[in-house]
Structure formats: C-alpha cells, structure tokens
C-alpha cells in the first residue's frame, strides 16, 4: 500500500510569508503527528491529530497550527515566516495516537527554506 | 522536563555487534519506546518498538529494564549500509502535558 506522501517537497518562502504543508496519511489511519527537524533541534514534536481532533501540541508559538479532515489527511500551517523556521517538516501516520504500541510511519518531509 | 538523551555518535567495524542507549527518566506509564533510522534526505524508518524486557525482530533487539527509565537498542553484526542516524522515541507526560520525545540522535558510523 502507498506511503505517507507530504507535499510539496521543496518550498522557499519569503519572511513574513505563511505556508501550508500537507500530509497524506497511510490508508485506514487516523493519527497524524507533525515535526519539525533542524541539525541544531532536531526532531521536535510539533502536534498530534487523531479522527481530525488535535490531541497533543509541543513547544511551539502559536504561529505553527494544523488541522486534520475527516478523511484522516493533515495540513500545518506556519504564518509570519522567520528565517528560524528553515528546517525539514516530517509527518508520520499511525492507526493510534502515541507511542501505545503502535508504529509510526513517516513520509519524506518538506524542506522549507525561509529567505 | 521531559527528556531523552543518546550518544552523539558511534563507531563501529562490519561485523561487529552495536548497542545504543538512550536514557528517558519521564517516560509515559502506558507508553512504548520506538527507535528509528534515518538516512540523509529521508524521513525515519521504525526499526523496533518495545514496552519491557526484550523484544527481538529480523533487524536488531531492544533491551528495556523494569523501571522503564532507558533502553538499549542492539543491531548485530552490522554492515556498511547501517551507518545512519539512530533515534528514540518515548511518550512522556501526561493528560495535557503528554508529548511524543525524541532523542538526540545517535550518528553510527560503520567502517569497513
């Protein structure tokens, strides 16, 4: 069965700007997480969505939000762009939230570059 | 605070056995401890998941004391091709502060 696919893949945005990234789930998930990884942070969590409800966020201003539809695929959003939010954006699918014992799947990422 | 904590990187000779520890004091009660790989330009591949004691699968094992508070993930016999990023996630916190942990990263290099 097909992947978690996100696109796009590349994007260059302006400061200031705002972006959407989208994420495609694998076929009969229902929990989608979102990270952002950068070689100083590494992968940090961003926020969780379960049957298009946001279960858990991380440590993010309120400028990174996300949603989840109902047919389990997930848009994050980042508005007023800083030059810090240059990094590769990943989404994984699970048919659980958490870690309960269920695997994560991840898609190849978008790498966001802010200019 | 809720963390997680690996080696920075690894050295290592095909052949040879590997094992990585990430250390996670806060982990959830419920919640499973997964190790990923990475290669460069690629989202993490899930390699095990275990909850306690041991889990074993084709590729490595995972080692997990009874408090929980860390894990070991061993890859036997590695080979040129395992030279990647090795990441550990737990769940830590709860109700509204519960948040999915990665660690560190641990840099493996494999040398021939």
């Known amino acids: 069965k097909a992947g978690v696919t996100q696109t796009p893949r590349y994007l260059i945005k302006t400061r200031g700007q705002q972006v959407t990234l989208s994420c495609s789930p694998i076929s009969g998930h229902r929990s989608v997480s979102w990270y952002q990884q950068t070689p100083g942070q590494g992968l940090q969590f961003l926020f969780e969505y379960f049957s298009e409800t946001q279960r858990n966020k991380g440590n993010f201003p309120g400028r990174f939000s996300g949603r989840q539809f109902s047919n389990s695929r997930s848009e994050m959003n980042v508005s007023t762009l800083e030059l810090g939010d240059s990094a590769l954006y990943l989404c994984?699918?699970?048919?659980?939230?958490?870690?309960?014992?269920?695997?994560?799947?991840f898609g190849p990422g978008t790498r966001l570059t802010v200019t | 605070l809720a963390k997680t904590t690996q080696p920075i990187s690894m050295d290592s000779y095909e052949g040879q056995e590997v094992n990585i520890t990430c250390s996670h004091n806060n982990i959830a009660t419920n919640d499973y401890i997964t190790w990923y790989q990475q290669f460069p330009s690629q989202g993490p591949r899930f390699i095990i998941q275990g909850y306690k004691t041991k889990v074993t699968n084709e590729v490595a094992s995972l080692f997990i004391p009874a408090d929980r508070k860390s894990s070991t993930l061993s890859l036997p016999r590695v080979s040129l091709s395992d030279t990647a990023v090795y990441y550990c996630l737990v769940g830590a916190g709860r109700d509204s502060s519960y948040k999915l942990i990665f660690g560190s990263g641990t840099r493996l290099l494999v040398r021939p």
């Open positions: 994984a699918s699970s048919h659980q939230p958490g870690t309960g014992g269920d695997e994560q799947y």
